[in-house]
Each structure stands twice: as C-alpha cells, then as structure tokens.
C-alpha cells in the first residue's frame, strides 16, 4: 500500500491538487475556515512539507482540529510556499487579522521571525513549535516556545534499536542538518550504545535547508545506502522525507524507526516504534491555556518524557516486534532518565 504513496501516479495526483488548492486559497496559500462572532481564532503557518506530510505537521493540525472540537476555537492556516521563504509574511499576515488572537509557528525554522513579529504585536500570543532562539535571546513576554525531550526520546529509541539489532549496526538519517536534529542523532547514539556499547551507527542528514524536509527521494537514497552497508534498523528524523526511508524499509524487508508521530500503519511490520512527540497534544494545551488566560509566554515550555508527551509507540501489534522482555527494559530506562539516575542532558 506505501510505496503508491512516492508512485509517479500519486506525485501528479498531489501536484494537481497542490495546484488546485493554491488557486482556491488564493496566492497566500492561505486556507480559510468559517469563523463564528465572537470565537477565539488561531492562525497556524506550517512548516516544510505542509500539510499531509504524515509527520510534524499533521500531528500541529491534528491539535487545531482537537481545539476546534474540545475548546469551540476557530482556526486559520496558511501552507508554505516552495522551501517556506515566505514564514515572516505569513506570521505577519496573521497577526494583522483582527479576528486571530493567537499565532503559532510550526517548526524551529520560524524562531526568528515569530521572536519578531511577536515583538512587533505585543497584543496577540504567539507560539513557536521547536522553538530555538540564539542563547541569550530575550523571549517577549506574549511568545511561547514550545519543546520537547527529543534528546530523551531519542536516548528511548536508540536502546529499541540496540535491543532489537541482528546485525550490531543501526542508522540514523536527520532532515536538515541542525541544533535540533543533532539532538536526535546524539540521543539515538547515547541510547544504543547504553544498552550495547559496541554497537555501530551510521549516521546522514538530506540537507543544510529546510527542503530536506521534504525530499523523500532523498530519504530513501540515503536509507538504502545504510541498508546496504548492514544497518537492519534506521531511526530517522527528516519530516515528510521519513516517507522515503519508510518506503526503502519495505523495499528490503528491514526496520525503521519514526519519528514524531505513530508511522506503524503506513507499513506494518517495517516501523519498528516511533519517537513520539506529542505536538497534538501541545498545541491542544497552549490553546486551552491562551483562551482561559493561563498563557506561559516569555519562555520555553518543556513537554517531555514525564506526562508522556514526549514518548516512544508501544501496541499489541507493535509488541510482537519489540517483545515483552525489550519493553520492560525500555521503561525500566524511562523511569531512570526522568529520575536522573541516567543522565541525558537536553
């Protein structure tokens, strides 16, 4: 069923649609939603990839979606043009709508523009997914940043991998080469080689621009790669160019390991686990916060491994993979880095 996803056929298809979409919405690419007098609106600008990439976006919509329906908000979203050039007009066009009240980001490439724009309109509330200001960066007071433990989850994920290796060698493949996804590489590395120090990784990143978001092709280049050089399991961290490293999975019957969201259904028995982020969730509490005036800006705000927003995949088709054994030592290892009796430093 997957590999019809990266089919010529189904390319076309989405570029027709793509094109289509952009005719409806208009040159903003902006998607708009009926609004009711009175509601609370957000504005969601997405990342790379936009919406369906099965990944980090669509976990940030899934969230609007559950606002929608838990909290009675309205909602506006704006998709990404080519290599998502155009964030800061987005942010800013947004942010000018009277009816909006909030503003988020989604992804660490809006840092510096939502930190501005934020200052710019100090009376709307804005929120940045994986935010990643320079050090020293002084958060305006009306911004939340939004993280999670992905170094942690991804320590979670590397002992999966070292428990379930054949072979003693894994991969690991980011998307674009940053801050951020080299938390996941290190974690990934730190967690394999607790639980088997001889262990061998292979590592790649798809680019230095946010385009390595979206560049499945690329993804499942480099996953073969790995697969040919005796990796049997591959952690990737690349948005909506995972679906490339998925699909070099089923290509030659091996493992691999997602990330932030449950990618098992797209091929049963390929997606080993995936390294879950619980942006849904996130998005679904900021909202809640901003709209009963509990809003924690000026800050970033830690979702982790504690409350279990940040996580691993763990169900009754997923435990025939891992086994029973594997999973009790994965959570004997979860409850040591949240008590700090193993060190994994963000």
Do not use: W
Not at 274 to 285: E, F, P, R, T
């Amino acid at each position: 069923m997957f590999h019809r996803l990266l089919s010529p056929a189904f390319i076309r298809a989405s570029a027709g649609m793509a094109i289509l979409m952009l005719l409806i919405a208009g040159c903003s690419g902006k998607s708009s939603k009926t609004s009711t007098p009175g509601a609370y609106k957000v504005g969601l600008v997405f990342d790379v990839g936009g919406k369906g990439d099965k990944a980090f976006n669509d976990a940030s919509f899934k969230g609007l979606e559950m606002a929608k329906r838990q909290l009675g908000i309205e909602y506006d979203v704006i998709e990404p043009q080519g290599e998502g050039a155009d964030r800061e007009a987005s942010l800013r066009q947004l942010a000018t709508d009277p009816e909006v009240r909030m503003v988020i980001g989604v992804g660490l490439l809006f840092t510096e523009d939502i930190t501005a724009i934020a200052r710019e309109f100090p009376d709307k509330k804005f929120v940045c997914i994986d935010y990643n200001p320079q050090p020293g960066t002084k958060i305006p007071d009306n911004l939340s940043g939004i993280v999670f433990e992905q170094k942690k989850g991804s320590f979670l994920a590397g002992a999966i991998a070292a428990l379930n290796t054949k072979t003693g060698t894994v991969g690991f493949i980011g998307g674009m080469d940053s801050s951020i996804i080299r938390k996941f590489e290190t974690g990934f590395i730190a967690g394999a080689r607790y639980v088997k120090p001889d262990i061998k990784v292979i590592s790649g990143f798809i680019g230095m621009t946010g385009s390595a978001f979206n560049d499945p092709a690329k993804g499942k280049e480099l996953a073969l790669g790995q697969y040919g050089r005796g990796a049997d399991i591959i952690y990737q961290a690349s948005g909506a160019s995972g679906l490339g490293v998925v699909e070099a999975g089923r290509q030659v019957g091996k493992l691999v390991i997602s990330t932030d969201t449950d990618q098992e259904y797209l091929v049963p028995g390929v997606v080993l686990t995936s390294m879950n982020k619980m942006v849904d969730k996130a998005v679904l509490k900021t909202i809640d916060d901003g709209k009963n005036n509990r809003f924690q800006g000026g800050r970033q705000n830690v979702f982790g491994l504690e409350g279990r927003y940040t996580d691993y995949v763990y169900n009754d088709r997923i435990s025939a993979l891992i086994g029973s054994a594997a999973h009790d030592r994965i959570e004997q290892i979860r409850k040591d880095i949240i008590s700090g009796k193993i060190k994994v430093e963000e």
